[in-house]
DNA sequence: TGACCATATAATCAAACTCTTATATAATTC
DNA sequence: GAATTATATAAGAGTTTGATTATATGGTCA
Protein backbone atom coordinates (compact mmCIF):
# COMPACT_ATOMS: atom_id res chain seq x y z
CA UNK A 1 0.00 0.00 0.00
CA UNK A 2 1.16 3.15 -1.34
CA UNK A 3 2.19 5.79 2.04
CA UNK A 4 -0.27 8.56 2.37
CA UNK A 5 0.53 11.46 0.92
CA UNK A 6 1.98 14.36 2.92
CA UNK A 7 1.95 17.86 1.74
CA UNK A 8 4.72 19.85 1.07
CA UNK A 9 3.78 22.33 3.83
CA UNK A 10 3.64 19.70 6.74
CA UNK A 11 6.96 18.04 5.55
CA UNK A 12 8.36 21.84 5.58
CA UNK A 13 6.85 22.01 9.05
CA UNK A 14 8.71 18.89 10.26
CA UNK A 15 12.21 20.22 8.44
CA UNK A 16 11.25 23.21 10.41
CA UNK A 17 11.45 21.47 14.13
CA UNK A 18 14.31 19.51 13.33
CA UNK A 19 15.93 22.53 11.45
CA UNK A 20 17.40 23.54 15.14
CA UNK A 21 20.41 21.62 17.12
CA UNK A 22 18.76 20.69 20.27
CA UNK A 23 15.68 19.10 18.74
CA UNK A 24 17.55 17.40 15.77
CA UNK A 25 19.77 16.22 18.81
CA UNK A 26 16.51 15.18 20.65
CA UNK A 27 15.00 13.59 18.11
CA UNK A 28 18.04 12.01 17.22
CA UNK A 29 18.20 10.32 20.33
CA UNK A 30 14.77 9.15 20.30
CA UNK A 31 15.15 7.73 17.12
CA UNK A 32 17.87 5.75 19.25
CA UNK A 33 15.79 4.87 22.45
CA UNK A 34 13.40 6.49 25.06
CA UNK A 35 14.67 9.32 26.72
CA UNK A 36 13.97 11.29 30.09
CA UNK A 37 13.13 14.76 29.89
CA UNK A 38 16.48 15.03 32.37
CA UNK A 39 18.88 12.97 29.56
CA UNK A 40 18.42 16.36 27.56
CA UNK A 41 19.26 19.00 29.81
CA UNK A 42 22.16 16.93 30.60
CA UNK A 43 23.30 16.27 27.62
CA UNK A 44 23.11 19.23 25.87
CA UNK A 45 23.81 21.48 29.21
CA UNK A 46 20.81 23.63 28.80
CA UNK A 47 18.30 24.56 31.03
CA UNK A 48 15.40 22.66 32.03
CA UNK A 49 12.62 25.61 30.59
CA UNK A 50 14.50 25.70 27.53
CA UNK A 51 14.32 21.84 26.88
CA UNK A 52 11.24 21.66 28.17
CA UNK A 53 9.69 24.02 25.70
CA UNK A 54 11.44 22.31 22.67
CA UNK A 55 10.12 19.38 23.85
CA UNK A 56 6.70 21.22 23.30
CA UNK A 57 6.98 21.89 19.69
CA UNK A 58 8.04 18.32 19.69
CA UNK A 59 4.87 17.44 21.13
CA UNK A 60 2.33 19.83 19.46
CA UNK A 61 3.74 18.10 16.22
CA UNK A 62 2.19 14.90 17.63
CA UNK A 63 5.85 13.71 17.03
CA UNK A 64 6.59 12.38 20.68
CA UNK A 65 4.62 10.67 22.93
CA UNK A 66 5.43 10.30 26.69
CA UNK A 67 5.31 7.67 29.70
CA UNK A 68 5.05 8.22 33.10
CA UNK A 69 7.32 6.02 35.71
CA UNK A 70 8.05 7.68 39.27
CA UNK A 71 9.83 11.40 39.14
CA UNK A 72 10.46 10.96 35.40
CA UNK A 73 9.17 11.46 32.61
CA UNK A 74 10.25 9.16 29.39
CA UNK A 75 9.58 10.27 25.80
CA UNK A 76 9.63 8.84 22.61
CA UNK A 77 8.40 8.90 18.89
CA UNK A 78 4.82 8.49 18.64
CA UNK A 79 4.79 6.06 16.18
CA UNK A 80 0.84 7.06 15.26
CA UNK A 81 2.54 10.08 13.99
CA UNK A 82 2.14 10.55 10.10
CA UNK A 83 6.12 11.61 10.24
CA UNK A 84 7.45 8.55 12.32
CA UNK A 85 8.40 6.32 9.13
CA UNK A 86 10.21 9.52 7.48
CA UNK A 87 12.05 10.19 10.94
CA UNK A 88 14.50 7.54 10.50
CA UNK A 89 15.31 7.96 6.84
CA UNK A 90 16.04 11.79 8.08
CA UNK A 91 18.41 10.80 10.11
CA UNK A 92 19.86 8.17 8.53
CA UNK A 93 20.45 11.21 5.79
CA UNK A 94 23.07 12.74 7.90
CA UNK A 95 26.44 11.25 7.69
CA UNK A 96 28.02 10.29 11.13
CA UNK A 97 25.38 11.36 13.24
CA UNK A 98 25.45 7.80 15.22
CA UNK A 99 28.97 9.02 16.44
CA UNK A 100 27.78 12.34 17.02
CA UNK A 101 24.98 11.28 18.95
CA UNK A 102 27.04 8.86 20.94
CA UNK A 103 29.94 11.23 21.95
CA UNK A 104 27.53 13.45 23.08
CA UNK A 105 25.43 10.65 25.16
CA UNK A 106 28.94 9.17 26.64
CA UNK A 107 29.27 12.46 28.39
CA UNK A 108 25.93 12.22 30.33
CA UNK A 109 26.09 10.49 33.80
CA UNK A 110 23.22 7.81 32.94
CA UNK A 111 26.04 7.26 29.86
CA UNK A 112 23.53 4.41 28.75
CA UNK A 113 21.06 7.02 28.47
CA UNK A 114 20.89 6.94 24.12
CA UNK B 1 34.97 5.07 2.04
CA UNK B 2 32.86 6.73 4.68
CA UNK B 3 31.19 9.95 3.65
CA UNK B 4 32.62 12.65 5.80
CA UNK B 5 30.88 13.10 9.03
CA UNK B 6 28.66 16.13 9.40
CA UNK B 7 28.32 18.14 12.65
CA UNK B 8 24.42 17.82 13.72
CA UNK B 9 24.37 21.81 13.67
CA UNK B 10 25.54 22.05 9.66
CA UNK B 11 23.00 19.40 9.83
CA UNK B 12 20.13 21.54 11.63
CA UNK B 13 20.93 24.15 9.54
CA UNK B 14 20.34 22.25 6.39
CA UNK B 15 16.96 21.14 8.19
CA UNK B 16 16.32 24.67 8.78
CA UNK B 17 16.83 26.13 5.77
CA UNK B 18 14.45 23.01 4.20
CA UNK B 19 12.09 24.05 6.71
CA UNK B 20 9.96 26.04 4.64
CA UNK B 21 7.57 25.71 1.84
CA UNK B 22 8.92 27.57 -0.83
CA UNK B 23 12.47 27.10 -0.77
CA UNK B 24 11.52 22.69 0.55
CA UNK B 25 9.45 22.92 -3.18
CA UNK B 26 12.49 25.04 -4.98
CA UNK B 27 14.81 22.14 -3.56
CA UNK B 28 12.53 19.44 -4.40
CA UNK B 29 12.25 20.84 -8.25
CA UNK B 30 16.17 21.35 -7.94
CA UNK B 31 16.81 18.15 -7.17
CA UNK B 32 14.31 16.74 -10.54
CA UNK B 33 16.08 19.51 -13.07
CA UNK B 34 17.86 22.71 -13.65
CA UNK B 35 15.19 25.27 -12.81
CA UNK B 36 14.88 29.10 -13.77
CA UNK B 37 14.45 31.64 -11.30
CA UNK B 38 10.67 32.32 -13.19
CA UNK B 39 9.71 28.84 -12.45
CA UNK B 40 9.53 29.24 -8.99
CA UNK B 41 7.91 32.78 -9.20
CA UNK B 42 5.77 31.32 -11.18
CA UNK B 43 4.88 27.99 -9.37
CA UNK B 44 4.60 29.74 -6.02
CA UNK B 45 2.75 32.51 -7.11
CA UNK B 46 5.46 34.26 -5.00
CA UNK B 47 6.80 37.98 -5.74
CA UNK B 48 10.05 37.86 -7.73
CA UNK B 49 12.31 39.62 -4.76
CA UNK B 50 11.07 37.16 -2.13
CA UNK B 51 12.17 34.29 -4.78
CA UNK B 52 15.39 36.18 -4.87
CA UNK B 53 15.81 36.48 -1.19
CA UNK B 54 15.32 32.81 -0.71
CA UNK B 55 17.60 32.02 -3.30
CA UNK B 56 20.27 33.89 -1.54
CA UNK B 57 20.29 31.57 1.76
CA UNK B 58 20.16 28.36 -0.16
CA UNK B 59 23.50 30.00 -1.94
CA UNK B 60 24.78 31.01 1.43
CA UNK B 61 24.48 27.41 2.34
CA UNK B 62 26.54 26.58 -0.87
CA UNK B 63 23.27 24.15 -1.41
CA UNK B 64 23.01 25.72 -5.10
CA UNK B 65 25.20 26.83 -8.16
CA UNK B 66 24.03 29.01 -11.35
CA UNK B 67 24.44 29.28 -14.89
CA UNK B 68 23.87 32.06 -17.48
CA UNK B 69 21.73 31.88 -20.78
CA UNK B 70 20.29 35.24 -22.18
CA UNK B 71 18.04 36.55 -20.12
CA UNK B 72 17.83 34.08 -17.77
CA UNK B 73 19.56 32.45 -14.95
CA UNK B 74 19.30 28.69 -14.28
CA UNK B 75 19.56 26.83 -11.06
CA UNK B 76 20.41 23.70 -10.08
CA UNK B 77 21.93 21.81 -6.75
CA UNK B 78 25.55 22.24 -6.23
CA UNK B 79 27.98 18.60 -6.33
CA UNK B 80 30.49 19.84 -4.72
CA UNK B 81 28.21 21.10 -1.63
CA UNK B 82 28.95 18.72 1.31
CA UNK B 83 25.11 17.96 1.63
CA UNK B 84 24.08 17.42 -2.05
CA UNK B 85 24.07 13.78 -1.52
CA UNK B 86 21.92 14.15 1.44
CA UNK B 87 19.09 16.18 -0.54
CA UNK B 88 17.71 12.95 -2.69
CA UNK B 89 17.35 11.15 0.40
CA UNK B 90 16.02 13.82 2.49
CA UNK B 91 13.43 14.44 -0.49
CA UNK B 92 12.58 11.14 -1.17
CA UNK B 93 11.67 10.67 2.49
CA UNK B 94 8.38 12.46 2.08
CA UNK B 95 5.60 10.31 0.85
CA UNK B 96 3.99 11.48 -2.20
CA UNK B 97 5.85 14.64 -2.80
CA UNK B 98 6.81 13.78 -6.67
CA UNK B 99 3.04 14.11 -7.33
CA UNK B 100 2.90 17.64 -5.59
CA UNK B 101 5.82 18.76 -7.67
CA UNK B 102 4.43 17.83 -10.64
CA UNK B 103 0.84 19.11 -10.06
CA UNK B 104 2.51 22.27 -8.46
CA UNK B 105 4.77 22.20 -11.57
CA UNK B 106 1.65 21.75 -14.29
CA UNK B 107 0.42 25.20 -13.83
CA UNK B 108 3.28 26.45 -14.81
CA UNK B 109 3.28 28.10 -18.14
CA UNK B 110 6.27 26.31 -19.37
CA UNK B 111 5.18 23.20 -18.19
CA UNK B 112 8.36 21.22 -18.71
CA UNK B 113 10.20 23.58 -16.36
CA UNK B 114 10.57 20.39 -13.56
C1' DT C 1 23.88 53.95 -27.21
C1' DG C 2 19.63 53.29 -25.15
C1' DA C 3 15.50 50.69 -24.01
C1' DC C 4 14.30 46.42 -22.04
C1' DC C 5 14.33 42.39 -19.36
C1' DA C 6 15.56 39.11 -15.53
C1' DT C 7 17.37 39.18 -11.28
C1' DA C 8 19.55 41.12 -6.94
C1' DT C 9 19.76 44.21 -3.11
C1' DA C 10 18.14 47.59 0.41
C1' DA C 11 15.10 49.19 3.73
C1' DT C 12 11.33 48.24 6.53
C1' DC C 13 8.03 45.89 9.47
C1' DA C 14 5.27 42.44 11.75
C1' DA C 15 5.53 37.89 13.25
C1' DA C 16 7.92 34.00 14.97
C1' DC C 17 11.81 32.08 17.45
C1' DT C 18 14.71 30.93 21.52
C1' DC C 19 16.53 31.96 25.42
C1' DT C 20 16.18 33.64 30.47
C1' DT C 21 14.09 34.05 35.22
C1' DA C 22 10.29 33.33 38.07
C1' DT C 23 6.53 30.65 39.26
C1' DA C 24 3.07 26.86 38.93
C1' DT C 25 1.77 21.96 38.70
C1' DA C 26 1.53 17.41 39.92
C1' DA C 27 3.36 13.01 41.35
C1' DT C 28 6.13 10.89 45.15
C1' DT C 29 7.90 9.96 49.59
C1' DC C 30 8.08 10.51 54.45
C1' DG D 1 -0.28 16.72 55.15
C1' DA D 2 4.37 18.64 54.15
C1' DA D 3 8.57 18.53 51.82
C1' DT D 4 10.74 17.18 47.68
C1' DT D 5 11.36 16.31 42.86
C1' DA D 6 10.70 16.52 37.86
C1' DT D 7 8.57 19.01 34.63
C1' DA D 8 5.51 22.73 32.61
C1' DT D 9 4.08 27.38 31.96
C1' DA D 10 4.35 32.51 31.91
C1' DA D 11 6.37 36.73 30.89
C1' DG D 12 9.82 39.32 28.80
C1' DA D 13 14.07 40.55 26.02
C1' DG D 14 16.78 40.16 22.05
C1' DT D 15 17.28 37.98 17.54
C1' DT D 16 15.81 36.05 13.32
C1' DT D 17 12.53 35.31 9.75
C1' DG D 18 9.91 36.27 5.57
C1' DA D 19 7.23 39.26 3.29
C1' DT D 20 6.67 43.94 0.84
C1' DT D 21 7.97 48.09 -1.92
C1' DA D 22 11.44 50.63 -4.06
C1' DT D 23 15.64 50.73 -6.36
C1' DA D 24 20.01 48.98 -8.40
C1' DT D 25 22.61 45.89 -11.41
C1' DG D 26 23.93 43.89 -15.44
C1' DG D 27 23.17 41.21 -19.65
C1' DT D 28 20.68 41.53 -24.26
C1' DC D 29 18.97 43.29 -28.39
C1' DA D 30 17.78 46.76 -31.74
Known sequence: MEKTKMDIGEAADLFKIMGDRSRLSMVAMMNRRECCVCDFTECFEMSQPAVSQHLKK?????????????????????????????????????????????????????????
Open 58 to 114: LRGMGLIKERREGYWTYLSLNEESPFYDMIPELIAAIPGIEDHISSMTASCSRGDCC
